[in-house]
């Protein structure tokens, strides 16, 4: 097991000035020849000629036409090469069928198809898989199959044979082949400087009807990063494949996007309303990647937050400008403190920039995604609006073409703005979420914010420096008035003061405005002032985090000294439902409560060793605590949110329905789940119809619902997923382990489909309770289908390891239990080098 560096990049050899690649295409027996100019890098350092190649069956190697005898390896091929430049042949045969691996070229329900980010161009054939090395490709496919793809513009088809050519020089990563009997919904784009683009989704018969919808996201994505990016396409033709075996969410080959057919595929049957926000989101982010990945690359893999962050920043911006801003948000903030906060926190803590890896599948995380996306918008905060459009305005034009690094992405703000980002930089260099403590004072008028911050130590970094941290604040008077409009405060030291004159009496803050920054805020705070914030707070975020620190002071007051639900929190709830003025997404928001990762995350924060199974109960009796006393508001909140009409999945109708979800939620503790049967039987949505089973099993009943469910979907894997997720995620804590089993031996229960696999052993890991039950039954049967998976998909199977990063927080026996199902999937014989690396950063 080999660790890289960043400070060991050096420049490869050569450059590349073209490349053509044939493919024969059979399950077992694909051919793929190919023909590569190379010319020497006169800058690069003293090295042998190395190509990339992994279980590659060589057939014949030749240089400038004379045939030579590689030396092979595990990891690919060293040759003598001439001095000057010279022209690589090679013929190699793989066998897509039995890669069950899902990178390189493998095969999914008769169809061929590639994953290549970040490293699977080695195992198509021997090449520099590095994404410094860029080059133009021209592709032939030869398949019997009627549908023959890849990148770039259509050349000549022929019976049996396409060809196609990519202008834009590419690293290898971006490279993708699809073959396969695909039905294409079809579309076109004219671009702003007036070019027209034809637009297909290629799916499997049968899934023509679920298109539309990604198409249309598709086309807004396109206007919108001409408008706000000042971003065109760039090829005559843009294609997305959907495919049913994948292991992400999607990848942006250049002008061939393959994804995730959960990732694609929607329609109002049987997509819920977050699936069809998910879906334009990533079909968003997979195009704007087109810009910010494709034609302005990563110079190496430690730079993978250089196209992740900031394209997940612009898919956040554009569901924003779609949808809701505050909404947006609030999702966006709760999804980086369950899945960031947590990495964050625990032994797989590391910097969004890494400085080392052994397996890079590794690092495509919540802290360089997401994290990386929070970063990009604090540098947006500090420089401001216009700097940062006239910033992104040179990026674009200095790199354009270029493999670049993040030191490259802070100068064009540097010289755009004149300011120093050394310390700046340090949001990518030093893992760990920063601690901001508050202290507020006042008096004659004036009033003091005193700030400390400071980052526990994290993996390999003991002693952190000081960030900077822009600080949202707002200060409201007593009436609700604001006071003092939202300014940033520019945090750079460990203890810092600002101050505000001229105020008549003592304000109340708003700190962290919009979550300007990814910290823990840690404020000392009476429930009154939390139900007034909640009340008053002009800014949304900070107005629905009041309620979120009402609950978690609730749930650890109950957990910790026993106390009673505090009724403030309860009246502030129903002055929340009761506001006609609040977006009903909003009020959805309001009323669900932290989960029980987060509660567990706190306690232990706080000093306090979490028990799973009393952390379930609390949120139980806070929920049915919640019921009773909103009671004579539900049953109006639920009728009035009613959505009539023909389904439509924009943002208003949405809201309305989620808020009628929860609110049904509560309903059904107080109605044995009459409500729940009722909104079932009458849906004509999957909205409406998973949220109605969910309520049930939630309540520990829907049996007949789950058949009736199953029997209905049976034929539709997407939906079937949900069926398999939800009852492992929502089963009650003592039976999730062995209802996950009983999943696991269901015919449909096809293991080696990540989204299956994930849907039932994910629910039940995602069920923090169940996977914690105190008999260690979730650990082992976890650990059981981890070590079954590795065999065939490392990649998932480590990803999936993570469900353990958080055994710290817990009891001894817990700890034992969790260490004793790590080290047996460590001493598994042929552990995969991506799980082998996960478990021993877990077991730290
Ligand atoms: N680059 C892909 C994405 O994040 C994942 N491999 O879009
Ligand atoms: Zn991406």
Not at 351 to 364: A, H, K, L, T
Not at 540 to 546: H, L, T
Request: with cysteine; charged share 25%; hydrophobic share 40%.
């Amino acid at each position: 097991e080999q660790t890289i560096y960043l400070s060991d990049y050096k420049e490869f050899s050569h450059f590349i000035d073209g490349v053509e690649l044939t493919f024969q295409l059979s399950p077992t027996k694909t051919r793929v020849k190919s023909k590569i100019h190379f010319r020497p890098n006169p800058k690069a350092p003293e090295q042998a000629f190395f190509l990339h190649g992994e279980h590659l069956k060589l057939i014949s190697a030749h240089i400038d036409g004379v045939k030579i005898s590689p030396t092979l390896t595990e990891t690919g091929l060293t040759a003598e090469v001439p001095t000057g430049p010279f022209i690589f042949e090679a013929e190699v045969e793989i066998s897509p069928e039995t890669n069950t691996a899902l990178e390189g070229l493998y095969m999914s329900n008769g169809m061929y198809c590639t994953q290549c980010e970040a490293e699977g161009f080695r195992k198509i054939t021997y090449y520099p898989d590095r994404p410094d090395v860029m080059a133009t490709f021209k592709v032939r496919v030869e398949s019997a199959l009627p549908v023959l793809l890849s990148n770039g513009n259509p050349g000549t088809s022929d019976e049996g044979i396409a060809e196609w050519h990519d202008p834009w020089p590419k690293p290898a990563y971006l490279f993708a082949l699809v073959a396969g009997d695909l039905i294409a919904h079809s579309d076109s784009f004219t671009t702003k400087s007036g070019k027209d683009v034809a637009l297909n989704i290629y799916v499997r018969p049968g899934d023509e009807d679920k298109c539309a919808f990604g198409m249309g996201a598709l086309k807004r994505s396109m206007t919108w990063d001409e408008d706000v990016y000042g971003r065109e396409y760039d090829l005559d033709i843009f294609n997305i494949v959907a495919v049913d075996d994948f292991n992400m969410g999607a990848m942006e080959n250049k002008g061939l996007n393959i994804f995730n057919s959960s990732c694609v595929l929607a329609s109002p049957e049987t997509s819920t309303d977050a699936n069809f926000e998910r879906i334009e989101g990533i079909i968003a982010h997979e195009y704007f990647h087109n810009w910010t990945g494709n034609r302005i690359t990563c110079r190496d893999w430690f730079q993978l937050c250089l196209k992740e962050g900031l394209t997940v920043f612009r898919d956040q911006q554009f569901t924003s400008d779609m949808r809701s801003h505050a909404v947006k948000r609030i999702d966006d903030v709760i999804t980086l403190r369950g899945r960031q906060f947590r990495e964050d926190n625990g032994p797989l803590a590391h910097p969004v920039r890494p400085e080392s890896f052994v397996e890079i599948n590794n690092f495509y995380t919540a802290t360089v995604y997401d994290k990386g996306a929070e970063v990009i918008g604090m540098l947006k905060r500090l420089v401001g609006d216009e700097d940062y459009k006239r910033a992104l305005d040179l990026y674009f034009e200095r790199h354009d073409g270029d493999a670049a690094t993040i030191e490259d992405w802070l100068k064009v703000f540097e010289d755009t703005t004149g300011r120093d980002l050394t310390q700046f930089s340090k949001w990518y260099s030093q893992a760990g979420t920063p601690r901001l403590s508050v202290a507020g004072e006042f008096s004659d008028g004036t009033y003091i914010l005193h700030f400390k911050q400071a980052t526990p130590p994290t993996p390999g970094q003991p002693v952190k420096d000081p960030r900077v941290i822009p600080i949202a604040v707002g200060l409201l008077n007593p009436n609700g008035d604001e006071v003092r409009e939202t300014c940033i405060l520019e945090m750079t030291e460990a203890e810092q003061s600002f101050r505000f004159t001229g105020l008549s009496t003592k304000p109340i803050p708003s700190i962290l405005r919009a979550f300007s920054a990814p910290v823990i805020l840690e404020r000392q705070s009476s429930t009154k002032e939390r139900a007034f914030l909640l009340a008053h707070d002009t800014d949304p975020f900070n107005k629905w985090e009041a309620g979120r620190a009402l609950a978690k002071e609730t749930l650890v007051a109950m957990l910790t000294a026993d106390a009673p639900v505090n009724s403030d929190f309860l009246d502030a709830l129903a002055a929340v439902l009761r506001d006609e003025n609040l977006d009903p997404a909003f009020q959805a928001l309001a009323l669900a409560l932290p989960s029980q990762d987060d509660i567990a995350q706190t306690l232990f924060d706080a000093g306090v060793t979490p028990d799973p199974m009393a952390i379930y109960t609390a949120l139980e009796t806070l929920s049915q605590s919640i019921a009773q006393h909103l009671q004579d508001l539900l049953p109006r909140i639920y009728a009035a949110n009613h959505v009539d009409g023909p389904f439509s999945s924009e943002a208003a109708p949405a809201g309305k329905r989620a808020l009628q979800g929860a609110v049904l939620g509560l309903i059904s503790r107080l109605d044995g789940g009459d409500q729940a049967r009722a909104q079932y039987a009458a849906a004509d949505n999957m909205t409406q119809q998973l949220q109605a089973l969910a309520c049930l099993l939630r309540i520990d009943r829907g049996q007949t619902e789950l058949a009736s469910f199953e029997t209905q979907w049976a034929q539709d894997r997407l939906v079937m997923d949900k069926w398999f997720g939800l009852q492992s995620g929502l089963a009650a804590p003592q039976k999730a382990a062995a209802i996950t089993e009983t999943l696991t031996k269901h015919a449909a229960f096809d293991w080696k489909n990540p989204n299956r696999f994930r849907a039932a052993l994910g629910g039940l890991t995602g069920n923090t309770a169940g996977f914690h039950a105190a008999d260690g039954a979730g650990y082992k049967l976890v650990t059981d289908w981890l070590i079954k998976l590795d065999a065939a998909n490392p990649q998932t199977t480590a990803r999936m390891s993570t469900a353990f990063d958080s055994w710290r927080r817990y009891d001894a026996s817990r700890q034992g239990q969790m260490i004793e199902q790590l080290k047996r999937i460590q001493a598994t014989p042929n552990l995969s080098r991506d799980t082998h690396e996960m478990v021993t950063r877990i077991l730290g």
